[in-house]
Structure formats: structure tokens, C-alpha cells
T-cell receptor
């Protein structure tokens, strides 16, 4: 049973560029959440997708957007990258019906120069 | 708004000794509480959760946590620490009406041989 997978594992971009991160949820899961983990900090909630809709959003600017596909996989897009966007981006999946535990992927390490 | 406090940046313990990693929370109503562990350059691994019922929750790798409603605490414990337990530990809370996790800033556990 495959767990949550994310791609790429590492990414280097320059300020002003755009980036797309990808996530495939654990088998049987239908809900995907994205978190940003800055160095030395706990993960911060960005947004959550369920039934291809953004259901809830944290305190992040509109530069951060996402998408969920019919197969429940998801993308996180960040436009106009800032140095402060450098972080580990974590995807978590869960099964909505039972408000179950969120299981995390290995993350994508983004460095903005 | 919900919040989590992990008052210790680091906990040091000798192998074989009991360990405790502290967590207090603030949330409206009854909480869902979680502990996750993060190894270097990895995502978060689920350890255990409290939803309802017995205040002592048992989880993976011999860890357990005690829910104390009056003290709004959910401390992580293990009777006998292993060197391999050395990692970064995160406590998280979710209110029963919501679907997102709020994390503490993390506690680094160092177990010495």
C-alpha cells in the first residue's frame, strides 16, 4: 500500500518565478492538505482540498493556489516567489468521511534564491 | 483560534530512562490531539492520537500519551528511551468541527547512549 508521495523532492528557483508541487494521496484517501514548514518551525496550514474544491484556507496570500484532480491527487502552485517562500512543503492525505488521521508525504524542499 | 504550545525546545534523556515531551493546547470544545515525529530531511510520521475515551493513548514504537482535560495537556511519554528515538516531535490539535491541524513548534528529543 503506497503512502503519500510528493514530487519533486528538491527544487531551486529564483525570486519572481513560479513553481508547481505535486502530491499523490495514500490509497483510499480523498482529502489533501498542504502545509509549509519553515526552518525550525512547525508546519503551517496552507489549504485543504476535498471533492476538487478548496474547502479551507490558512493565512497565506493568493500567490498560493492549488488544484485537486478527479483521482484525488493535488498540485500546489506558488507564483511570484519570494525568498521567504523557501521551506519544506508537506502534503497530507486523509479520508474525509471519518475525519481520520492525516498522513504526510516526505515533502518537497524549495529553495528560492 | 486553536493553538499548541510545546514549552521545551529540546529534551535530553539517557537511553533506558523514561522520557516525557510536553504539550498543552487551546481549542474551542473537545479536541482531537495528535503526535507526529520527524526525522532529518523527512516528512512527518504519525505516532498516536486522542479522539475520545481512555485518557491514556498507546501508539507506535512504544510511545504513549496522556490526555488531561483539566490541564489542557497531552504529554508524550515512553517508559524506556532508545537512541533511535532521537528526532523532532510535534504535537498538533484539531477542533471537532474543523479539518485542519495546528502544530506546535516542535521539541527535539536527544537520547544519549
Amino acid at each position: 500500500d503506497a503512502g503519500v508521495t510528493q514530487s519533486p523532492t528538491h527544487l531551486i528557483k529564483t525570486r519572481g518565478q513560479q513553481v508547481t508541487l505535486r502530491c499523490s494521496p495514500k490509497s483510499g484517501h480523498d482529502t489533501v492538505s498542504w502545509y509549509q514548514q519553515a526552518l525550525g518551525q512547525g508546519p503551517q496550514f496552507i489549504f485543504q482540498y476535498y471533492e476538487e474544491e478548496e474547502r479551507q484556507r490558512g493565512n497565506f496570500p493568493d500567490r498560493f493556489s492549488g488544484h485537486q484532480f478527479p483521482n484525488y491527487s493535488s498540485e500546489l502552485n506558488v507564483n511570484a516567489l519570494l525568498l521567504g517562500d523557501s521551506a519544506l512543503y508537506l502534503c497530507a492525505s486523509s479520508f474525509e468521511q471519518y475525519q481520520e488521521t492525516q498522513y504526510f508525504g516526505p515533502g518537497t524542499r524549495l529553495l528560492v534564491l | 483560534a486553536q493553538s499548541v504550545a510545546q514549552p521545551e525546545d529540546q529534551v535530553n534523556v539517557a537511553e533506558g530512562n523514561p522520557l516525557t515531551v510536553k504539550c498543552t493546547y487551546s481549542v474551542s470544545g473537545n479536541p482531537y490531539l495528535f503526535w507526529y515525529v520527524q526525522y532529518p530531511n523527512r516528512g512527518l510520521q504519525f505516532l498516536l492520537k486522542y479522539i475520545t475515551g481512555d485518557n491514556l493513548v498507546k501508539g507506535s514504537y512504544g510511545f504513549e500519551a496522556e490526555f488531561n482535560k483539566s490541564q489542557t495537556s497531552f504529554h508524550l511519554k515512553k517508559p524506556s528511551a532508545l537512541v533511535s528515538d532521537s528526532a523532532l516531535y510535534f504535537c498538533a490539535v484539531r477542533d471537532r468541527g474543523g479539518s485542519t491541524l495546528t502544530f506546535g513548534k516542535g521539541t527535539m528529543l536527544l537520547v544519549s547512549p
